[in-house]
């Protein structure tokens, strides 16, 4: 069954007359004609009770009816889907981020972006980097924003910001009042620490080893919500971003430039929506630009 039939279908049953229903539809009597024996044949059944002033679908015409409607609302909704993704100001975006981004950055890119453009749909999903970069390889997200920098060519990924790396703490710590600290300073010092999934526990790691530091790890966490909250009670210290300041943790500076760079990644094997695409602009242009003048 075509899907032009079923909307010659739909007017003849309103219409109930062959000529005023072909003249509607802009078709001769003889395509309409044919079209609804079309539809019969491939029915197996007569659709319409032929009486001498008009048709009238019978209940075979009816059961075909009601499922041509419903098909052609599921079209009309494919349709305004399509066209939504196709309309860069009213489209939907689908983000993976670090949770740790999902306190400060996140909010800040989305809430920006939407009062240029309040029609935008985001869904958001925040977890660790390798899960972040699994979703973007999947394409269940569009773009990801994560740190460090992913080693992979598929993966296009550029900088965006940056935050100090800094030790840890409970008030009261001997460490507590110490202005900055070095990496040869830790040597010794056992750490609470993310797994080794996360993006923030491989550059802490990364951190060490450049100063040829092997930390002890006396724990390991899934959550950096969680991490905070251990060093916030004494069970130990942390290497933490200096965006996660909260109350009973003091966070002491690390020296020789310990940063994570955050970044904003695509996947260089998908093709993305116009929606997608000029949100990626907006944030590696317009967004980067705005922070640096």
Do not use: C
Not at 25 to 49: K, M, N, P, W, Y
Not at 97 to 111: A, D, E, H
Not at 120 to 137: M, P, T, Y
């Amino acid at each position: 069954m075509r899907i032009d039939e079923l909307a010659y279908l739909r007017a003849l049953a309103e219409d109930g007359h062959v000529p005023y229903a072909a003249e509607a539809l802009g078709i001769s009597q003889s395509t309409l004609t044919r079209a609804i024996g079309r539809l019969e044949a491939d029915a197996g059944v007569e659709l319409f009770d032929r009486h001498r002033s008009r048709l009238e679908l019978n209940r075979y015409g009816e059961i075909l009816l009601v499922h041509a409607l419903r098909a052609q609302t599921e079209l009309d909704n494919a349709q305004s889907r399509i066209d939504e993704l196709r309309d860069p100001s009213a489209g939907l975006v689908s983000i993976a981020y670090v949770s740790s981004l999902g306190g400060w950055l996140i909010p800040r890119i989305v809430s920006e972006y939407r009062q240029l453009l309040p029609d935008i749909r985001f869904v958001l999903d925040g977890g660790k980097a390798d899960s972040v970069l699994d979703a973007l390889r999947s394409g269940s997200a569009d773009v990801a924003f994560l740190s460090p920098e992913p080693r992979d060519p598929d993966i296009e990924w550029r900088p965006l910001t940056s935050e100090r790396l800094a030790l840890g703490v409970p008030v009261g710590h001997p460490l507590a009042d110490r202005t900055s600290l070095a990496a040869s300073d830790l040597e010794q010092t056992e750490f609470l620490a993310m797994t080794t999934d996360s993006g923030l526990r491989q550059i802490a790691d990364a951190y060490f080893a450049r100063h040829g530091v092997v930390p002890r790890v006396a724990m390991e966490v899934s959550e950096l919500s969680t991490l905070r909250g251990l060093v916030r009670a004494g069970v130990g210290i942390a290497v933490l971003p200096d965006s996660t300041s909260m109350e009973g943790v003091v966070l002491v500076p690390l020296d020789d430039e310990a940063v994570r760079v955050i970044g904003v990644a695509t996947s260089r094997a998908r093709a993305v929506s116009p929606a997608v695409e000029q949100f990626v602009r907006f944030v590696r242009e317009e967004w980067v630009s705005a922070r640096i003048h």
